[in-house]
């Protein structure tokens, strides 16, 4: 790592084709179609290692990531977003390329895409089974009535069914309430699905989360499965019980900037521009925003929680550590972090080296 002078996030290729190809062996054993969520890595290069495990539909959570990703040479794409009906410029290009599938959750939307879609797309309806964030309520049939009927019959727009993110599961605190979680949202949706099967034979279920798509084999009458984070994971997956500190595929490499040695605090160069604010509960009860390793005789070492990132400024990163560990750091050293929440901070960066220094770019920012 000595070409490194700045914070850099590595990725380790060997891991991640692990992780890929793991929960596409699961996906296929449960007979689901599995369309995992690029949003996590946004790179033209990973995505081609999920290519090789046999990922021919993604899923990705813009328009602008859907351009991107068709440009790439994907074909079968769903952006698992609500309509932003003043893209459909953009959305109308794509769909005469690809075969692309929009989300929708209201009639406003729907009528949006009766008045200006030129070409047909597959049209899922967002269901919210607890998480909050959007969709309509898995038990408001009769809102979800009206936006079906809008759906029907319309010659570009062909239903496919009721998509959901457990998001709840992100907020679980074991990994039986991560079990409770996905069984309660794979029971609503089996209701809908059983509302509609009647009047739409081919009516299908897409779920999405890592913790649950990781843990859980119980996915009966689901069709579709599209998780993201796990193609990387982190500290927060492996907090909550989903994944092993081996199966976290990315870090950030930090350089050492100064050292307080009244506060037992070591400062770097890595602040929340680079690792986002997202923290979770240290062993202390105090935030922290990522795990250090440090080299030592030539060997990487994971120190434990008395050592961890607890502070984020701007570029400011503060490391506290444990008194018996702070002569192991020096100004000039580089350490690396393990991030609380993988995704954010890949799409703060930008773009990744490999542990073999190739660099990766990810979509680009306009």
């Known amino acids: 790592m000595t070409e490194i002078v700045r914070p850099t996030l590595l990725v380790d290729k060997e891991v991640c084709e692990r992780n890929i190809g793991r929960m596409a062996v699961k996906a296929n054993a449960l007979g689901l ?66 075969k692309l599938h929009v989300l929708v959750e209201n009639v406003d939307a729907v009528n949006v895409l009766k008045e200006k879609l030129l070409h047909t797309v597959g049209v899922w309806i967002k269901i919210d089974t607890g998480y909050h964030r959007t969709g309509i309520d898995a038990v408001a049939f009769n809102e979800t009535d009206v936006v079906v009927a809008a759906i029907k019959g319309r010659e570009k727009l062909v239903f496919k069914g009721f998509l959901s993110h457990t998001g709840q599961t992100y907020l679980a605190n074991s990994t039986d309430e991560i079990l409770r979680c996905h069984f309660d949202a794979l029971e609503k949706l089996k209701s809908l699905k059983n509302r509609y099967h009647a009047r739409f034979p081919d009516v299908e279920i897409s779920m ?13 009458g689901v069709n579709e499965l599209r998780p993201g984070n796990f193609v990387f994971y982190d500290l927060m997956q492996q907090n909550l019980g989903v994944c092993q500190m081996e199966d976290i595929a990315v870090r950030m490499v930090c350089p050492v900037v100064a050292k307080h040695a009244l506060r037992n605090e070591v400062v770097i160069h890595g602040g929340a521009v680079h690792f986002s604010k997202d923290s979770i509960r240290n062993t202390d009860g105090k935030k922290m925003y990522g795990r250090i390793i440090i080299e030592k005789d030539g060997k990487k070492i994971l120190l434990d929680t008395m050592n961890y990132l607890s502070a984020l400024s701007q570029e400011h990163g503060i490391l506290k550590v444990a008194q018996s560990q702070f002569n192991q750091f020096y100004v000039g050293q580089l350490v690396e972090i393990l991030p609380v929440h993988s995704c954010l901070t890949a799409n703060l960066m930008g773009h990744y080296r490999t542990s073999e220094g190739e660099l990766i770019e990810m979509m680009p920012r306009f």
């Open 33 to 98: 179609k599995f369309r995992p969520h690029f949003k996590t890595h946004q790179s033209e290069k990973i995505g081609e290692w999920f290519k090789m495990a046999g990922v021919t539909a993604i899923t990705v959570s813009s328009v602008q990531m859907a351009e991107y990703f068709a440009a790439a040479g994907w074909k079968d794409i769903t952006i698992a977003f609500p309509l932003n009906v003043l893209e459909m410029d953009n959305i109308n290009q794509l769909a005469g390329k690809i």
């Open 208 to 220: 999405g989360d890592t913790p649950a798509a990781t843990l859980c084999t119980n996915f009966d």
